[in-house]
Structures are given as C-alpha cells and as structure tokens.
C-alpha cells in the first residue's frame, strides 16, 4: 500500500505495459530496495516524476547501501529545478564520476561557476578522459570568455568521441566568437548531422536510464561490439541479458 501508483492513461501502450510489469515486481517484493528502486528507475525513464520521486525515496529506506538510489533521485531533483536537493543527493552517493559530473551541473544550475569548474578539473586530474566533464567545463570556459582554452576541452572532447552533437555545437560556438567563421559553420554542419544521436558519455544516466532493465537494445548493442572484435564470449553473455530482458525477440536467439 505505500508504493507509489502511476496514472497510466495518458501513455503509450508500452510504456504503460512497461511501468505496470515494473509495479508488479515491485508489488510482489515491497520490501526489496532492488525491486522498488528499479520501478522507480522506470517511472522515471517514462516522465512520471512525482510517483518516481516518492519510489526513489521508499528504495532508500529499504536500502543500507541507498547510494545507487540517492544518485538516481539526485537526477530526478536536477530534473524537477530542485538543484540544492540534488547537490545534497549527489554528495551521499558513491563518489564515482557520474556523481561528480551531476554536482556540477546542479552547481551551474545555481550559478555557482566557480564551484563547478573546480569540481570537474579535479575530476579530469583523476579521469583525463571523461568526455561529459569535458563538455561541461568546456561550457564554463565558453561563458567565461576564455575561448581557447574552451576550444581545446571541446576538440580533446569530439577527439575522444564519434557523434558528441554538444560538443560540435559548443565548439561552434567558440569559433565563431573568435571569428572563424567557416570552421564554425563546418561544426555546426557536423551538429546536425549528429544532433539525433543519443549521448554515449560513459556512465551518464541522464540518457541511459530508460534502458536500465527496460530495454534490450543496450545489450544487443554490446553484443555487435562484442562480435566486430571477435570477443564471442562477452557477446553471448550480452545477447543472454538481452533474453533475460525481452524473451520475445527471436533475433536476439
């Protein structure tokens, strides 16, 4: 009775078939932090936010290690413009990258610039190679008027990765108030043609959460990784998740 219930009516079909499998494991586990969490980890992927926030909150009780949870409900308040809560949030959870990334971002939410940059150079000290605190204190020295040393974050940033629209658009942004004109519009060229992609930064659930055990497709996906460098062994682990998830899908057999 204290779980959270949805309104189904105003979404799709299989999104409303995905929460209502979601609520009844939850249902059938009410005490279990993983079952909850996880139907709060789907209402959240679909937008249903205040019944997301009040599951968020049930997992944490339940759970003695809240940290995966309290990051999750950390996005949700980044989300909903509740960025103090979110930073609280972000600060009990494990202190991995991702975390370190979304305390920035609520920290610029705030306009606490400083705050944010100094949180993602110590980042990038550790991780050199994390692209989305690239792209984010890129940002900061972009608005900062510091255009060279943004333009350098946002080509270490496209360097390291295949596809970042952000990155084109920002650095788009920079050369043209350097007045390079044309390599700004080859940029912004190079924007739309990826502007449709999904975010692939490592670890970053703002983009992926809706395919925490909601979707196969991410496992499928490895799978064909898997497959291109000839590590059969980590593709079938793969496509066997991705059966776990969706049974149904005779490709993935």
């Known amino acids: 009775d204290s779980l959270p219930v949805p309104r189904l009516d105003a979404l799709s079909a299989s999104a409303a078939d995905q929460i209502q499998a979601a609520l009844e494991a939850a249902l059938d586990n009410p005490d279990d932090a993983a079952a909850v969490g996880r139907y709060a980890l789907v209402l959240h992927a679909y937008r249903q936010l205040e019944p997301a926030d009040e599951a968020y909150r049930r997992a944490r009780v339940l759970d003695d290690d809240d940290g995966k949870w309290c990051l999750y409900q950390g996005i949700l308040f980044l989300d909903t413009g509740r960025p103090e809560e979110a930073i609280e949030c972000f600060r009990d959870a494990p202190r991995e990258p991702v975390a370190v990334v979304y305390e920035a971002r609520a920290a610029i939410s705030l306009g606490r610039r400083d705050e944010?940059?100094?949180?993602?150079?110590?980042?990038?000290?550790?991780?050199?190679?994390?692209?989305?605190?690239?792209?984010e204190l890129a940002g900061i020295m972009r608005q900062k008027g510091e255009f060279v040393a943004a333009e350098e974050l946002y080509r270490r940033a496209v360097d390291l990765q295949e596809g970042l629209a952000e990155a084109h658009y920002g650095l788009a942004q920079v050369l043209r108030a350097q007045g390079d004109q044309e390599a700004a519009l080859a940029q912004l060229e190079m924007f739309e043609a990826y502007r449709e992609q999904p975010w692939q930064a490592a670890d970053d659930p703002r983009r992926t959460i809706a395919s925490w055990e909601v979707s196969d497709s991410r496992y499928v996906e490895q799978a064909k990784a898997g497959v291109a460098r000839s590590d059969f062994e980590s593709a079938i682990e793969a496509l066997e998740q991705a059966r776990h998830i969706n049974p149904e899908n005779l490709s993935t057999l």
Do not use: H, N
């Open 116 to 135: 944010a940059e100094r949180l993602l150079q110590q980042l990038l000290e550790k991780s050199p190679d994390r692209v989305d605190a690239l792209v």
